[in-house]
Structure formats: C-alpha cells, structure tokens
C-alpha cells in the first residue's frame, strides 16, 4: 500500500483522510494546526512536524488546504513540496484553486520528475463523511489511472477532465451552478414562509421533482432546522466564486448569477457570518 501524506485535516480533509486510513494506507499526516488532526492521530496516522519532513517520507501527497496562497506556499514554497519530495512522488492538490496555479504546480513538478493532479472535489461535508465525493481531476491521464484506486477510497464520481487546470476549471463551473441555486433555494424557503406554508412539507413536494438539487435535499432541511455549522465555510465559498470571477472575466463573458451570489454573500460576511456554512445565505432574507 502506498505511503500517503496528508496535509490539511479541516472540516473535509479530516474525512477524506480516515478513509484512506481505514483502507489500510501507512498515513502520514501534517497541519498547521495540530489538534485538528488529533482523532486520525489516535486511529494510528502518522504525525509530521514539516511539510519537509512529510514529503521526504511518503509516496503520494494530498493536500486539502485553504486558499491559493496556501497552495502555492505549500507547493512551491522554500519549505514547500516539490523541493523536498522524492522523484516519482504523487502530488494532488484537491483545495479549489486557481487553474492557473494548477498549471504552474504541473510544470514545476514536471522538471523535477514529480506527477502532478489537480483534483478538487464537491459534496461537503456530508460527501466526504460517506466517501462520495465528487472528484474531478486535471493533469496526465496516466497519472489519473494510477492514484484512481486511491480516489475511490474518498469518492464515487470520479471524472478525468484533461490538462492540467482542467480539474480547477471544472470545480469553477460546480460553484458557478451552486451559486444561483442557492439563492433559488433560500427564496423558495422564504417564499413558502411568507404564504403560511409549512417549509418542510413543502420540501417533500419539490425536492424530488424539476427542482430537486443536492442544495435542497442537504442544505434546505439544515436552514429549517437553523443549524448553520459549516459542511462548506462561506468564507471558502466566495474565495472559490471569485476565481471562478475572475477566470470568466479573462475569458470574456458575464456571469450575472455568479455576481448577484457573491453580492449577497459579502453581505453575510459584514455581519460576521464568514465561518458559518453556506446554508447561512437563508438569513439575508430573514
């Protein structure tokens, strides 16, 4: 069994890890934080003081960190990955990031003999609890066929996407649909409110039917129980709907769905709801 690094044990990457821990994997583990990582440690993970110390050690990388800046700290850093793991080492990065950061990760990764994936996932929470994340993966598809296994310790719909970016380019256009459907599904809730429905019967009509999402089956309920714990911060929300901006404005077409979500959330931030889950946009209307 391959030896696997892990770097980043938040609110998903805590899940994402204990599966592959469970699978039988040697799991060596590394966050800025300790303590978040301390149930892995007691299953039997591996401590690392450095990211150094961890590259050196292990066969594949994953890291499920916070913003591109982290990424690109952690990758291409002095103390960063690619100048510490050995030749042959499997990067993936499954944070959303930037495509274009991705692509550079590649490349650097690429000279020195190291295989890159971009891989971001989709579920939340809930999704990495059950090992049925979304996975949708950028970089060689030779890399992708060899770490595939290891996907499918923490996910069920796994998708090779093409190039390197392709995986960020494709968790760009998850978040862009995310966006305005949630805005949809906060209004449908306020809207049944305001006509003297019960919401929770009105869910069990709509969820099944043309209107039916994940964000509604999973979140809705979360919003009437106001039970706004994060399976996804807001806060990582918006950084992810800024890329996702940012990379429509380079290419040159309007995302006005995109915008009126980032408008409404930011809104939610001034109030301090950064580090609620991104169920918490029901409160702009309440």
Request: with cysteine; glycine share 10%.
């Amino acid at each position: 069994m391959e030896k696997i690094g892990f770097i980043g044990t938040g609110v998903m990457g805590k899940s994402m890890a204990g599966h592959l821990l469970s699978a039988g994997h040697p799991l060596y583990v590394y966050t800025r934080t300790k303590n978040k990582a301390e149930s892995l440690l007691a299953q039997g993970a591996i401590w690392q003081e450095s990211v150094p110390v961890l590259a050196a050690n292990v066969d594949v990388i994953i890291t499920m960190v916070g913003y591109p800046a982290d990424v690109e700290e952690i990758y291409l850093g002095e103390n960063g990955i690619l100048k510490h793991a050995k030749k042959d080492t499997y990067v993936i990065d499954m944070t959303t990031s930037k495509p274009s950061l991705a692509v550079k990760i590649y490349e650097e990764a690429n000279k020195r003999g190291i295989h890159s994936i971009d891989a971001p996932v989709s579920g939340g929470d809930v999704g990495a609890q059950k090992a049925k994340l979304a996975i949708m993966a950028g970089g060689s598809n030779e890399a992708f066929k060899k770490m595939k296994p290891i996907f499918e310790k923490m996910g069920e719909n796994i998708q090779y996407q093409g190039q390197a970016g392709s995986g960020q380019h494709t968790k760009m256009c998850n978040q862009i649909a995310i966006a305005s459907n949630m805005i949809g599904v906060c209004e449908a809730i306020a809207y049944a409110k305001k006509s003297g429905l019960n919401p929770e019967n009105v869910l069990k009509s709509i969820s099944t039917g043309a209107a039916g999402s994940w964000s509604l089956s999973n979140l809705a309920p979360r919003m009437l129980n106001n039970d706004f714990e994060p399976g996804f911060y807001i806060k990582h929300f918006v950084k992810d709907m800024n890329i996702a901006l940012e990379e429509a404005e380079f290419n040159g077409f309007e995302t006005p769905g995109l915008e009126l979500a980032i408008s409404l959330y930011n809104q939610l931030i001034e109030k301090g709801e950064e580090n609620s889950g991104t169920q918490a946009l029901i409160k702009y209307w309440e």
